[in-house]
């Protein structure tokens, strides 16, 4: 929800950093694995307990990803590269759960609800993306993407926000994944209902090459 507003304000230190990065000749993609394994190394943290330094891995991950598009801006976009990005942005997601689980047995239900919330954000983001992809549909709101980026009230931002505040208090874990996932949920809704309303009600015409 908040993804488009905050990217004027992030977007051109990350552009700067990115171009730096870009001339010392690392990849895009480069940054992007570096990013998920510093992101990884959060799990055995926080299944030891230690939330505070598991926020700081979580914390340079996300700024990773930030980069990893910044550096990308610079040198070009790869269809690889987005793929990389997205699949290893949930695969993360679905591992700070785990990871809090892993911790305490307490925590297992809530984060398995905030897992089975991850499943329904991704997939309806991920086929919106590959149907808008189908019919040319692009949009440039929150920068330039490899996919088609349809936002919610769970993006980015609050990812981070909610991520922050499990570590901050991880006593009030359950509660604080449970909103997250019911808020998931009505992102997952709302994609559900911007899909039927741009390829179910009226669907587009396809692309002339495309045999139609």
Not at 43 to 49: C, Q, R, T, W, Y
Not at 136 to 158: C, D, H, M, Q, V
Request: aromatic fraction near 12%.
């Amino acid at each position: 929800m908040l993804d488009a507003t905050l990217r004027r304000f992030v977007d051109p230190p990350l552009n700067r950093i990115g171009a730096g990065i870009a001339r010392a000749g690392v990849s895009a993609n480069a940054v992007t694995i570096a990013g998920f394994l510093i992101g990884m190394a959060a799990l055995p943290l926080l299944a030891g307990g230690h939330y505070l330094a598991a926020l700081l891995l979580i914390l340079v991950n996300r700024i990773f990803d930030g980069l990893d598009g910044a550096v990308a801006r610079q040198t070009r976009l790869s269809d690889f590269g987005g793929y990389l990005d997205i699949v290893f942005d949930f695969i993360f997601y679905s591992a700070v759960a785990f990871g809090f689980a892993l911790g305490d047995p307490a925590h297992a239900l809530p984060a398995l609800f905030l897992v089975w919330s991850f499943v329904g954000t991704g997939t309806t983001f991920l086929a919106y993306a590959i149907l808008a992809e189908r019919y040319r549909i692009t949009t440039e709101i929150r920068g330039a993407k490899s996919l088609y980026y349809l936002g919610g009230l769970t993006e980015g931002t609050e990812t981070i926000v909610a991520m922050a505040l499990f570590c901050l208090l991880p006593e009030h874990f359950p509660l604080l994944a449970l909103i997250f996932g019911a808020m998931c949920w009505i992102t997952t809704a709302t994609r559900v209902a911007a899909a039927w309303m741009t390829f179910g009600r009226n669907p587009p015409r396809l692309p002339r090459d495309d045999g139609r």
